[in-house]
């Protein structure tokens, strides 16, 4: 069965970097994309971005271009979400989500990981 | 970017009672690309149908959706307890991609 599994809650102080990770079975990796959803304390979905498994392309939202940064190791099956200059409200879930979309990402997303708590506080 | 608009904000009905939810877009939803989600309290969501209409692998037959370019419903036919829910709408046919803010269904 497909399973999408993320690594545990972090707490970063605002300046800082966090690099969350989405570790895939059940699945031929790179046949898919994975795409990053935040969802900030008690509000909605938030889109972040995509990548390709397959070849490593990506499309960012453009209110996190230059601070996110998403790859993968095929090796591995692993999918990283790496997002710097951490502020407050970046305070949220982080989720990845297995996305149809492998050569472009307009595409939905039909499995996601159990989500990672990433606190940013002074 | 494509807005997405759901209402009502919350929807209060009994077990048993038919729900309806709308999602309205800023601009056409590019080949009605349309997805709902369910999310319950601490967990991550679940895919319920996409394409505006089609159901994904798994979901039960009381959940449907329809529309077309800005106008999209989601109807659950007759609720269960287990329906009790946030659901969101996102539209994945132009970038960004785009959620709806989410209507609450409680139990009244």
């Known amino acids: 069965q497909v399973q999408l599994v993320q690594s545990g809650a972090e707490v970063k102080k605002p300046g800082a970097s966090v690099k969350v990770s989405c570790k895939a079975s059940g699945y031929t990796f790179n046949s898919y994309g994975i795409s990053w959803v935040r969802q900030a304390p008690g509000q909605g979905l938030e889109w972040m971005g995509w990548i390709s498994a397959y070849n490593g392309n990506t499309n960012y939202a453009q209110k996190l271009q230059g601070r996110v940064s998403m790859t993968t190791d095929t090796s591995t099956s692993t999918a990283y979400m790496d997002l710097r200059s951490l502020r407050s409200d970046d305070t949220a879930v982080y989720y990845c989500?297995?996305?149809?979309?492998?050569?472009?990402?307009?595409?939905?997303?039909?499995?996601w990981g159990q989500g990672t708590l990433v606190t940013v506080s002074s | 970017e494509i807005v997405l608009t759901q209402s009502p904000g919350t929807l209060s009905l009994s077990p048993g009672e038919r729900a309806t939810l709308s999602c309205r877009a800023s601009?056409?939803?590019?080949?009605?690309?349309l997805a709902w989600y369910q999310q319950k309290l601490g967990q991550a969501p679940r895919l319920l149908i996409y394409?505006?209409?089609s159901r994904a692998t798994g979901i039960p037959d009381r959940f449907s959706g329809s529309g077309s370019g800005t106008d999209f419903t989601l109807t659950i036919s007759r609720l269960e307890p287990e329906d009790f829910a946030v659901y969101y709408c996102q539209q994945y046919g132009s970038s960004p991609k785009t959620f709806g803010q989410g209507t609450k269904v409680e139990i009244k």
């Open positions: 989500a297995r996305d149809l979309g492998v050569y472009t990402s307009i595409s939905h997303f039909d499995y």
């Open positions: 601009q056409s939803v590019s080949n009605n690309y």
């Open positions: 394409g505006a209409s």
